[in-house]
């Protein structure tokens, strides 16, 4: 020990020197302990831009635990547009003492009306009046000023801080980006397609609000597109963006080069010109977006077509493929852009390659645009308790928070509480005050009475009458009696001590003036004679104590009534007067004017003095029921049933009056006529007298169709000539022999001839 440690002293400075080292080290614990859980909104400092860049900082050393202090808007400026090589590997933090950028001269924000005129914007709308209409003639300070073409290759880290009024024109410079980082880059040099970097670039916390871009062709808000620092050409690394607010910012995209008017080659069929709300072309880099809340957001791109004729097209995109469908959006390498965890309201999110099922690339995304793609949900309300509800995925205890403008991250911000007040209620920041949506909300109270106990009976907040109104010796009014008069100006209930008596209105009546078909009416009302108020109630004693601030003020226009249609109901007894003009038709009276109506469907009426016609069924009018006087009944034609001499025979008739049908029937029957005696003759056979129907055909005996007969039956021989007869009747052989041949001849004829008589015979009985 002794060679060690010359004496006691020295042994001692070595126990101090441990113990101070101890100290810092357990100090240092302790400081860094209360820097991970300290709130990032407790800064109090704005800070405003001039216009100029500064690498000069004070603080840090650009390493992951001695980050650079980024302390005001000059560093920003630098850090984002210029800081080129110099920021590769390097870590930047903004100062936890800055509350919000204002990326304007101080001079220009109070010529505007002050820190609000940027920072109270509720829509990109009010963005662009500012921009455009309200800072005219103002010398607004250009983002883009100091360098457009460096790139940032680092690590960003917003703090939470709020950036308002950045104003981005790249539209005259057309070095073609145009973003609040003009060129990212994913540090990836040398990768493959897939390749992962040890080095990312970082970017987050931080929330760009309420600012405005103009670009000619890579154009996003927060970053335009992206490229190796070093080497300057296009690699596949990767950029960690994550609790990141982009809001109601105002973005102008115009594809036309400003040395001679023509349309970028490259962009000849693109027709977007690599234009987003987010971002432009990250050309192979891939974006990696966790944690974005994208809202209030608008575009007007301007695409310039090779015939010079100009199109306008408003297309807010939050898209990661470059090589989307219809060229919506070109954004980062197809195959790996990522998007978790987001809420993006009123922009498309679109060309994210969710196809290759072992890769999520997009997942607990929440829109109000309509959508298919893998892993977005379409909310239809993105504000306030319902939207907040259809987002189950999100964490809204520990991530998301719903801020009085929109969806907004808890980690910006410290412990959200509920807060109670005299008058309000509304859940805020307990170290900045920012307010939930919606703001302060005014208690609901149950009573009404200043004795009654007020309670809300949303926030059970219990109302104390502490800011009053007294009135000693309060005259009163008609309903009010004098006395002691105490009123809460919080919650408005007012009481009165020793009360005396209210008289009440004196009232008269003011008759109703009836509306008809060309002027307006007003209803009746109570009018008090000593406030001259104005009243409506069941009854004259429920008027005559009526509060005084249920008064009508004006009662010819509150009380009017409308124009009445014509109406055809007697208002007293309920009936409908149809008046019968004969077979011409009817009308009705209207009871309001006493006009002739023409009714239609629904109770309304067409112009007067016209007559409708009837509406007949069977026969009678279904308005009026007026009966037809006499039907005229023609056929139409139609034969319903043809009938038959067994079936009766069925036709169609109509009135030609009133169009009333009926059936006509012919009942069956044979239609039977005489056929009176054909005599034979030598050359003809005859027929005997029969009757036959004209219908059927059949042949009868009788005139009654009784009995039947053939036409055989009918037929009467031919009578042979008498020469024939004689010769017949004298060589009758009356022996037993056989006839001679000559005999034989004569019999063959004979009943030859006979036989052709009945033939003949036969054939005119058929006739």
Not at 41 to 62: L, M
Not at 482 to 499: H, Q, R
Not at 698 to 722: C, F, H, M, N, Q
Not at 742 to 750: E, F, I, K, Q, T
Request: charged letters at 20%; hydrophobic letters at 35%.
């Amino acid at each position: 020990m002794s060679k060690l440690f010359k004496n006691s002293k020295q042994i001692m400075a070595v126990v101090m020197a441990f113990a101070i080292l101890a100290v810092s080290l357990f100090a240092g614990s302790i400081v860094a302990s209360a820097e991970s859980t300290e709130s990032l909104c407790v800064g109090t400092r704005i800070e405003y831009w001039d216009g100029t860049a500064s690498n000069s900082f004070t603080k840090g050393a650009g390493t992951v635990d001695n980050p650079y202090i980024i302390e005001n808007a000059k560093q920003l400026n630098w850090v984002c547009t210029a800081s080129d090589v110099a920021s590769e590997g390097k870590y930047y933090k903004v100062d936890p003492a800055i509350k919000a950028f204002i990326l304007q001269p101080q001079s220009v924000v109070t010529a505007l009306g002050g820190d609000d005129a940027f920072i109270n914007i509720a829509s990109a709308a009010e963005t662009k009046e500012l921009f455009e209409v309200k800072a005219a003639g103002q010398q607004l300070k250009n983002w883009l000023a100091n360098g457009s073409n460096k790139v940032f290759a680092g690590n960003f880290d917003g703090n939470g801080v709020a950036i308002y009024g950045l104003y981005a024109d790249d539209a005259l410079r057309g070095t073609q980006q145009c973003a609040l980082f003009p060129i990212l880059d994913g540090n990836g040099v040398g990768l493959q397609d897939g390749g992962a970097t040890e080095t990312p670039t970082v970017i987050k916390n931080f929330a760009l609000r309420n600012s405005y871009f103009k670009g000619t062709r890579r154009l996003g808000a927060i970053a335009s597109t992206a490229w190796y620092a070093a080497g300057g050409t296009k690699i596949n690394g990767f950029v960690e963006a994550e609790y990141i607010e982009v809001a109601n910012c105002f973005l102008v995209g115009q594809d036309l080069l400003t040395k001679d008017g023509s349309i970028h080659t490259w962009n000849s069929t693109n027709r977007n010109a690599e234009m987003g709300v987010a971002f432009g072309s990250m050309g192979n880099d891939a974006v990696k977006a966790d944690h974005f809340s994208i809202y209030g957001n608008d575009t007007e791109y301007r695409m310039y077509g090779a015939a010079n004729a100009t199109t306008y097209a408003v297309d807010a995109t939050m898209g990661f493929d470059r090589f989307a469908s219809d060229n919506k959006q070109g954004n980062t390498n197809a195959n790996y852009g990522e998007l978790h965890n987001s809420i993006v309201l009123g922009t498309t999110v679109s060309g994210l390659n969710t196809n290759n099922a072992d890769v999520t690339y997009v997942s607990n995304v929440y829109t109000d645009v309509k959508t298919t793609l893998k892993g977005v949900t379409v909310v239809e309300n993105g504000f306030g308790d319902e939207g907040q509800a259809a987002m189950t995925e999100l964490d809204w205890d520990t991530d998301w928070f719903m801020g009085q403008y929109g969806p907004i991250f808890r980690s910006f911000h410290g412990k959200f509480s509920l807060v109670k007040t005299n008058t309000t209620h509304y859940t805020a920041c307990e170290d900045c005050g920012y307010k939930s949506y919606g703001g302060e909300i005014t208690h609901t109270y149950s009573a009404k009475n200043y004795d009654d106990e007020h309670k809300c009976l949303v926030c059970e907040y219990v109302h104390v009458h502490t800011n009053q109104t007294i009135i000693p010796d309060y005259q009163g009014d008609c309903v009010t009696p004098p006395g002691y008069f105490v009123k809460c100006d919080d919650c408005l209930a007012s009481t009165i001590l020793n009360p005396g008596v209210a008289p009440g209105h004196k009232l008269e009546w003011v008759d109703e003036i009836l509306a008809d078909c060309e002027n307006t009416g007003r209803e009746g009302y109570y009018h008090c004679t000593v406030c001259n108020g104005n009243f409506q109630a069941d009854s004259e004693e429920a008027a005559k104590m009526a509060a005084m601030d249920t008064s009508i003020l004006d009662p010819d226009t509150t009380l009017v009534t409308p124009i009445a249609p014509h109406n055809a109901l007697d208002r007293e007894t309920g009936e409908i007067l149809v008046v019968q003009d004969g077979n011409n038709g009817h009308y009705w009276i209207c009871y309001t004017c006493d006009g002739k109506l023409l009714a239609v469907e629904k109770d309304k009426y067409a112009e007067e003095g016209q007559i409708k016609k009837h509406k007949y069924e069977d026969g009678v009018c279904v308005d009026c029921l007026w009966e037809c006087p006499e039907h005229d009944y023609q056929p139409t034609g139609v034969v319903t049933v043809p009938g038959t001499c067994e079936i009766d025979r069925e036709e169609e008739l109509k009135c030609t009056n009133c169009g009333h049908k009926k059936t006509q029937v012919t009942p069956a029957g044979h239609k039977i006529v005489k056929y009176d005696e054909v005599p034979a003759n030598d050359k003809l056979e005859g027929t005997k007298a029969h009757y036959a129907c004209t219908q059927c055909k059949e042949i009868y005996l009788d005139d009654e169709g009784k009995t039947k007969a053939t036409a055989a039956s009918l037929v009467i021989p031919k009578v042979l000539p008498k020469e024939y007869q004689n010769q017949i009747q004298g060589n009758i052989d009356t022996s037993d022999k056989s006839p001679s041949t000559g005999d034989s001849v004569v019999s063959v004829l004979a009943v030859a001839a006979f036989a052709g008589a009945a033939f003949v015979m036969a054939r005119k009985v058929k006739r």
